[in-house]
C-alpha cells in the first residue's frame, strides 16, 4: 500500500512564526504536491514537484515556498504565517510523469494561525 | 473554470439507499477521477475513468462518464453508515497535462 504521511496532524502558531510542513511518500513517487482545502473552495494547489530540488508553482503559491532535497520528502515552508493561512493543508503524490494519474494523499494537517 | 461542479453539495439518504452524485466540468479531459474525503481526513481515490471509457464498476461503487455532456456520476448502491463522506470529482484536462481540478464536492450523510 503506498503510503503518504504528513509530519502533523493539528498545528497552532501565531502571525509572524515560520511554518514546516513536512509530507513523506514511501513508494518512489515522482510526483508531489501540496494542496490547501477551504469550505466552499474545494481543493488548490499550492506547489508542486516532479523531482529533487525541482518545484513548480500551482495556483495559489503567494506566501509558500517549498523544498524538495530527497525524492520521498517534499516540505511547505510558509514563511511568515499569517491569519488567512489558517487551513487544510493535504499532501500528495503519483508514480510516473503523469500530473493526472492516481493521487495518493496525506491524512492533512490542520494549520490554525493566531 | 475546468473545476468540476459536484451535484447536489449535500445528500441525505437512509442506509441500504443508493447514492447518486453527479460531476459536470467544462473543457475536454483526459480522465476522471472520484475521491473520498472522511471527514478531517485526506482524500481516498475511488476510481479513474478515461475519456473513452463510458462506465466503470468498483464493489458497490458505478461511474459513469457521458464526454458529450461533459458530465460524470458517481452512484453508490446499498449505502452504509461507513459511507458517510464527502465526495469530489477531479479532472484532468486535455488541453494541459500539468493541470488537474477538484470540485468542491458533494456531502453524503447516510443515517443508520
Known amino acids: 500500500d503506498v503510503k503518504v504521511t504528513q509530519s502533523s496532524r493539528y498545528l497552532v502558531k501565531r502571525t509572524g512564526e515560520k511554518v514546516f510542513l513536512e509530507c513523506v511518500q514511501d513508494m518512489d513517487h515522482e510526483n508531489m504536491f501540496w494542496y490547501r482545502q477551504d469550505p466552499g473552495l474545494g481543493l488548490r494547489l499550492i506547489y508542486f514537484?516532479?523531482?529533487?530540488?525541482?518545484?513548480e508553482k500551482g495556483d495559489i503559491p503567494e506566501g509558500y515556498s517549498v523544498s524538495r532535497e530527497k525524492k520521498e520528502r517534499f516540505s511547505l515552508i510558509l514563511e511568515s504565517a499569517s491569519t488567512n493561512q489558517t487551513s487544510m493543508y493535504l499532501c500528495?503524490?503519483?508514480?510516473?510523469?503523469?500530473?493526472?494519474?492516481?493521487?495518493?494523499f496525506g491524512p492533512g494537517t490542520r494549520l490554525l494561525v493566531l | 473554470s475546468q473545476q468540476g461542479e459536484e451535484d447536489p453539495q449535500a445528500l441525505s439518504i437512509q442506509e441500504g439507499e443508493n447514492a447518486t452524485m453527479n460531476c459536470s466540468y467544462k473543457?475536454?479531459?483526459?480522465?476522471l477521477q472520484w475521491y473520498r474525503q472522511n471527514s478531517g481526513r485526506g482524500l481516498v481515490h475511488l476510481i479513474l475513468i478515461r475519456s473513452n471509457e463510458r462506465e466503470k464498476h468498483s464493489g458497490r461503487l458505478r461511474v459513469t462518464l457521458d464526454t458529450s455532456k461533459k458530465s460524470s456520476s458517481l452512484l453508490i448502491t446499498a449505502s452504509r453508515a461507513a459511507d458517510t463522506a464527502s465526495y469530489f470529482c477531479a479532472t484532468g484536462p486535455r488541453a494541459n497535462f500539468n493541470k488537474f481540478y477538484f470540485g468542491s464536492g458533494t456531502k453524503l450523510n447516510v443515517k443508520p
Open positions: 500528495a503524490s503519483t508514480i510516473g510523469a503523469g500530473f493526472q494519474e492516481t493521487q495518493y
Open positions: 514537484s516532479y523531482d529533487v530540488k525541482m518545484k
Open positions: 473543457t475536454s479531459i483526459n480522465n
